[in-house]
């Protein structure tokens, strides 16, 4: 019986494994047909698109960019009402702006292109780390003039590079330092001035072409004899010009003159959809520049740590919605600084005294002066750069404040942007009494951390008769 039933099982087993050879010969079979068909699919592609950029360039006229929202509120409000003000009214909401959700990333086909010689390892500087690609020789081009049969002939020469090394290399760095859109963006930038270096347009045709791959809108433009790129964002960039293509804005980044048009060609990239998200889902992780501010509260002194790095790469984002500011999360080093000397001081303490504290920190913690005082231009801050730059004001601290108050104490906080000030509200769990909105329902408490000394639920007099913008934040 014992010597049956071990045949038996050696038989099943066999049976097993052949058929489990068969269904993975049908797989790869299939596998390989789905390759060859994508290969063949991607080799129309690029060609209809090839002989757009050869043949189909017209000119676009550029439009003036959209001005930086300004906040000129020269001085900080003081709160100079007893404590015992109890008003309560309900202040009037001119519209509800929420962030648009982002794309799926793109798939990429790890498809295997035949390499002429074997890409030798460049080092790549980027926020204090040195990371490593992989350069190959078909990367190698010079353009000896800008007109449309020599830039499609180096995307020509592109495609059939080896590619797909760099951009699952970028990835990996990508996904490793927890990079949106923009910092792969510029980690792509870094790249290509060092493969490309002192050669801008050279560096404008890869990394449009990279970005392009990896499934993001992006067109090379043409004018004053330079090539620029023109990037869609998906939310709204101020004080960049652009031209409109099919309906979207395609912003200029670069500082150069374009008053007398661009010229680009008339199509998208076949399947590129995405247009590049300011957001950042995720804290980023870069290289420890260590930068320390020291706080006061009253006696109380508080030590922040920020990482100058990630200063270096907030100077590099083009202004946009205050929500990319406020939703933003914090990074690493600075949250765990914050929770250590602020966690302590909220402990035991009921939601409203709770964030009354928090209301006094970023009240009395910073200097004030507007961006046009301090920087001679619009800026607006992400929370960490309230603790590297001498002063701030309303819509800085406002976003400061709305990230404590949802990563400390786990309450929903809305922006509200009046023509010439920001302040928040907060939603709490119990009720409180105080100047409030109410939106889709919730009731939300004015907490204004630019109106010093005012406590929660007391609103700037000027403010009470105006609409706000809602900023609704992750």
């Known amino acids: 019986m014992k010597q049956f039933l071990a045949i038996s099982i050696v ?18 079979t299939f596998k390989n047909e789905v390759r060859q068909q994508y290969v063949v699919y991607n080799d129309s592609i690029k060609s209809a698109f090839i002989k757009s950029i050869e043949e189909n360039w017209i000119k676009f ?40 959700a982002s794309l799926e990333e793109a798939c990429l086909w790890n498809v295997t292109i ?25 990367y190698k081009y010079s353009l000896a003039d800008l007109d449309e049969k020599t830039i499609a002939s180096v995307w020509e ?85 652009f031209i409109n293509f099919e309906g979207e804005k395609y912003y200029i980044l670069e500082d150069t003159d374009v008053d007398g048009g661009i010229y680009s060609y008339t199509i998208d ?31 109380k002194k508080y030590n922040i740590n920020i990482n100058k790095n990630l200063i270096n ?8 919605e205050i929500s990319v500011y406020a939703n933003t999360p914090l990074s690493n080093i600075t949250r765990k600084s914050l929770e250590k000397e602020l966690l302590p001081q909220l402990s035991g303490k009921a939601e409203q005294e709770a964030v009354n504290y928090l209301l006094q920190f970023v009240q009395t913690s910073f200097e004030y002066k507007n961006d046009l005082q301090q920087f001679g231009f619009e800026k607006f801050f992400f929370a960490e750069e309230l603790f590297y730059y001498p002063f701030s004001d309303c819509e800085d601290r406002s976003v400061l404040f ?23 509200a907060v939603k709490f769990n119990t009720p ?34 105006q609409k706000a913008q809602i900023y609704i934040l992750d």
Not at 14 to 21: D, K
Not at 402 to 424: A, K, M
Not at 432 to 459: N, R, W
């Open 11 to 28: 038989s099943i087993l066999s049976v097993a494994a052949y058929g489990q050879n068969t269904f993975q010969e049908q797989f790869d």
């Open 61 to 100: 006229q550029t439009h003036h960019p959209i001005p930086v929202p300004q906040k000129p509120i020269p001085q900080m409000d003081i709160q100079t009402t007893p404590e015992e003000y109890d008003s309560s009214l309900e202040l009037e909401i001119d519209s509800i702006i929420r962030q648009k």
């Open 114 to 138: 035949p390499n002429k010689e074997k890409g030798h390892k460049t080092m790549v500087s980027f926020y204090g780390s040195e990371l490593q690609f992989l350069h190959f020789i078909e």
């Open 157 to 241: 020469q592109l495609s059939d590079s080896p590619y797909t090394e760099l951009i699952n290399t970028l990835l990996f760095y990508k996904n490793d330092m927890n990079l949106n859109d923009w910092g792969t963006f510029q980690l792509l930038g870094r790249i290509v001035e060092t493969f490309y270096p002192g050669k801008k347009n050279e560096q404008t045709v890869f990394s449009t072409f990279i970005m392009n791959q990896m499934g993001f809108r992006m067109k090379i433009g043409r004018c004053n004899n330079r090539l620029i790129h023109l990037i869609p964002f998906q939310t709204t960039v101020y004080g960049k010009p």
């Open 269 to 299: 990239y076949p399947n590129a959809t995405k247009q590049i998200n300011l957001h950042a889902q995720r804290p980023f992780r870069l290289s420890l520049s260590l930068h320390t501010k020291q706080c006061n509260i009253g006696d």
């Open 313 to 320: 790469l907030f100077q590099t984002y083009p202004q946009t």
């Open 402 to 424: 709305s990230q404590l108050v949802r990563r400390f104490l786990g309450l929903q906080v809305v922006l509200l942007d009046y023509p010439d000030h920001v302040t928040t």
């Open 432 to 465: 409180v009494p105080g100047d409030f909105i109410y939106m889709e329902g919730e009731k939300y408490i004015i907490c204004d951390p630019t109106y010093l000394h005012a406590k929660v639920g007391q609103s700037i007099p000027r403010y009470k008769k």
